[in-house]
């Protein structure tokens, strides 16, 4: 045994048990790691956001530009927004501010505008890379096509696999088509649909069985090796 | 046998079994063979693929401290990689939290590798070998801006050195430099690299993902879109040992050291999940 010297090793340890503590039952200490995780992770974004985001690139290079402004005159350097100091960052800078502006009675109406450049940007940057990057491809992957059966492909086998992705595919959407009564062809289909979506459950439970073991072994070998120094 | 009893067993007891059957390989090591996936060896060889003279190795570690166990030793392991063969690394992090991890893992592998030099060739050096261009927000903008410019969206790297200073900087100016972007996370960010930078830029885009996401990756590794993947512990573990079987390059491979727990976990939550149906379709028949 070669116990750890480290404070904040034992800091880390305490913690890992305030929280597996929950497996008992609910009790102070679990509260205690629950409540002191949440407030350091925000405190923490929060001061990096400060100081890495905020101050660098909205407050420096405005107070900048009024410095220069003071000193050299107005110039239309000063306008341009690409320069490391200009006074254009105030315009995201106060439509960001308008987020707060819901904690005052009457100006509420204000926090619609940052929400919709947001959510227009996002829209409009994500729909066509969606679509492209992966509706098509992925529809494109589901074909079958002479392609599927090439010898870099695997072959018969990569030919047979590729089928069983199509059958799955068309079979899975039959289950959730629900214009039309599941009967005769349909319910075929329907039924043949529930045993891809219970192997897809059922692989998709092993992975999340397997990450969180694996989550588990990582605070094991923490606490077994870093703190107590039992394995190697 | 009493199956009612087996089915109102305390839920306790099974995470204490659960706690032990990881505990003991971790005491009693075993060493297991393992299989390496064709997706993990397909990220690998697109590592191998680099051009060392003028591309790079992009690593984005877009991991919270939550999922270290599974996502850290993929991002050592990466590294390991991009040394062995002197493949400039550059990383950076879509998520604030993970920041400091990274700084961290940075320096252990850069200290496993300069405790064996001879020479300042031999040597890793920030600025030539290596690059942590830090933390920038919301996660598409430098994903979409690194396609113009990696050192106009990262003006500075993460320990405040003006990027366009650095050595290797001079010469990697975006993805047109970058021959595989590995984006490791419990999220979606290697979606986010398809659709936002491969199909723009076409750069290619590797995964290195926790167990939960990994079924939603198969499919863009099947079509291509993704060059390979490691998926979850399992999948890093694999990675380190090509890495090792290759390179000899030490250090520890923390995946590795826990493949038998997981294997031992693994085998009694089956056991739990049969005896749970045996002992549920017994209590039926009798009732």
């Known amino acids: ?80 927004p690409y320069a490391p100091s200009n006074f254009l960052v105030i315009i995201p800078g106060v439509i960001g501010c308008f987020y707060f502006a819901r904690f005052i009675p009457g100006l509420t109406w204000l926090v619609r505008i940052p929400i919709a450049l947001f959510m227009g940007y996002y829209v409009g940057r994500s729909v066509p890379a969606y679509l492209e990057g992966s509706v098509f491809p992925q529809m494109r992957g589901t074909m079958l096509t002479q392609a599927s059966f090439d010898p870099a492909q695997g072959g018969i086998l990569g030919g047979i696999f590729a089928l069983l992705v199509l059958v799955g595919v068309i079979g899975t959407l039959t289950y959730f088509f629900f214009s039309k009564e599941h009967k005769g062809v349909v319910k075929w289909g329907a039924q043949t649909g529930i045993v891809f979506v219970m192997v897809g459950f059922g692989a998709s439970f092993g992975f999340t069985v397997m990450a969180r073991v694996s989550l588990a072994i990582g605070r094991f070998i923490f606490i077994l090796r870093d703190a107590l120094g039992i394995v190697t | ?173 975006n993805y047109a430099d970058v021959g595989i972007v590995v984006a490791i996370t419990p999220l979606s960010s290697p979606l986010w690299y398809v659709q936002f930078a491969q199909t723009k830029y076409g750069v290619k885009v590797g995964a290195g993902c926790t167990a939960v996401c990994a079924p939603d990756f198969y499919p863009y590794c099947a079509t291509g879109q993704l060059s390979g993947m490691m998926a979850g512990m399992k999948g890093a573990a694999e990675y380190e040992e090509l890495v090792e079987q290759k390179y000899r390059t030490g250090g520890r491979l923390k995946a590795t050291e826990g493949m038998a727990s997981q294997s031992a976990a693994h085998v009694l939550i089956m056991v739990f999940v049969i005896l749970g149906n045996v002992a549920y379709f017994a209590m039926r028949r009798k009732s």
């Not at chain 2, 087996?6 to 007891?13: C, E, G, Q, S, T």
């Not at chain 2, 990466?78 to 320096?107: K, S």
């Not at chain 2, 830090?134 to 050195?161: C, F, H």
């Open chain 1, 1 to 80: 045994m070669n116990l750890s010297t480290d404070i904040w090793v034992w800091v880390g340890v305490f913690l890992t048990f305030c929280i597996y503590s929950f497996l008992y039952r609910d009790n102070p200490f679990y509260k205690f790691g629950e409540h002191l995780f949440v407030g350091v992770s925000n405190a923490f974004t929060l001061s990096f956001m400060v100081h890495r985001i905020i101050i660098p690139i909205l407050v420096r290079p405005f107070t900048e530009a009024w410095r220069t402004a003071g000193s050299e005159g107005l110039s239309a350097g000063l306008f341009n």
């Open chain 2, 1 to 173: 046998m009493n199956w009612e009893r087996l089915l109102k067993i305390d839920r306790r007891v099974i995470f204490l079994t659960m706690a032990l059957a990881i505990i003991l390989p971790l005491l009693f090591p075993i060493r297991l063979t393992m299989g390496v996936q064709r997706v993990t060896r397909n990220l690998f060889q697109a590592v191998e693929a680099i051009d060392p003279a003028r591309q790079c190795l992009l690593i984005s570690t877009d991991y919270t401290p939550q999922t270290e166990p599974e996502n850290h030793p993929m991002a050592k392991a990466l590294m390991r990689h991009g040394f062995a063969r002197r493949v400039p690394v550059l990383v950076n992090a879509l998520y604030v939290e993970g920041a400091p991890l990274i700084d961290q893992a940075i320096t252990e592998v850069m200290g496993d590798f300069n405790a064996r030099a001879t020479s300042r060739e031999d040597s890793i050096l920030y600025g030539r070998d290596i690059v942590y261009l830090g933390w920038q927000p919301p996660p598409i903008v430098p994903i979409l801006a690194m396609g113009e410019s990696i050192t106009g969206i990262y003006p500075d790297d993460y320990y405040g050195n003006r990027t366009d200073s650095l050595e290797v900087m001079r010469r990697i100016r």
